[in-house]
Structures are given as structure tokens and as C-alpha cells.
Nanobody, 123 residues
Framework: VQLQASGGGLVQAGGSMRLSCEVS????????MGWFRQAPGKEREFVAT????????YYSDSVKGRFTISRDNAKNTVYLLMNSLKPEDTAVYSC?????????????????WGLGTLVTVSS
């Protein structure tokens, strides 16, 4: 299983950006998916997660109300729409998949990880 994140770049504070993560294989619709981020010099942190059906979604407190996770099982893709971006959102954003199909905040529960995409928010 391969995960490919895209959509990162440079944006001004207050702006928006949408990240995509395409997953290879036929099992995507059964996977729970998550977005995590790691800022320079900091630990990786949970951002958002969505269950296999899209029926459960959870967000970190730092992004709740600004970010929206969604998925398109027909396209094997999960998205992260980021609005009202702040300089503290600057990080490498990575997507991950877990075979149980649940929406998990814990990195250890994820089976597959993709390389990240860098998001830089300027002030």
C-alpha cells in the first residue's frame, strides 16, 4: 500500500489550502485514515481522522473549526481542507491508513504511512 500526499506549499496567514492523499490498492474504502503533522523541532502530532465510511471524524483542538477532513472512496483519496491558516500550522503533513477502519488519533494504530507534504504559512 502506498500513500501519496500532495497540495502543500506556501500560503499567507488567513488563507486556505487543500491537501490530498491518494492511496494505492483496492482496500482504501475499508481503511480508517488520518492526517498528522510535524513542525521543525517538534514531535509529530495528530491533526484529523476519518473512519472508513466517513461517519466518524475527529480533530485536534488546535484545528477544530478550521480544518475539515473528507474522503472519496471512489477516488481512493482523503482530503484535508485547511481554512484560516496560522503560522503555527506550518509543518510537514503526512497521511496514514489503518486497516481496522476506525478513526484513531494514535499514530501507533496506523499501518501505512506516506511521505509528507510541506505546508508553510507566512505571517
Amino acid at each position: 500500500v502506498q500513500l501519496q500526499a500532495s497540495g502543500g506549499g506556501l500560503v499567507q496567514a488567513g488563507g486556505s489550502m487543500r491537501l490530498s492523499c491518494e492511496v494505492s490498492g483496492r482496500q482504501f474504502s475499508s481503511y480508517g485514515m488520518g492526517w498528522f503533522r510535524q513542525a521543525p523541532g517538534k514531535e509529530r502530532e495528530f491533526v484529523a481522522t476519518i473512519s472508513w465510511s466517513g461517519g466518524r471524524k475527529y480533530y485536534s483542538d488546535s484545528v477544530k473549526g478550521r480544518f475539515t477532513i473528507s474522503r472519496d472512496n471512489a477516488k481512493n483519496t482523503v482530503y484535508l481542507l485547511m481554512n484560516s491558516l496560522k503560522p503555527e500550522d506550518t509543518a510537514v503533513y503526512s497521511c496514514a491508513a489503518e486497516r481496522e477502519g476506525t478513526a484513531s488519533m494514535w499514530p501507533i494504530e496506523y499501518d501505512f504511512w506516506g511521505l509528507g507534504t510541506l505546508v508553510t504559512v507566512s505571517s
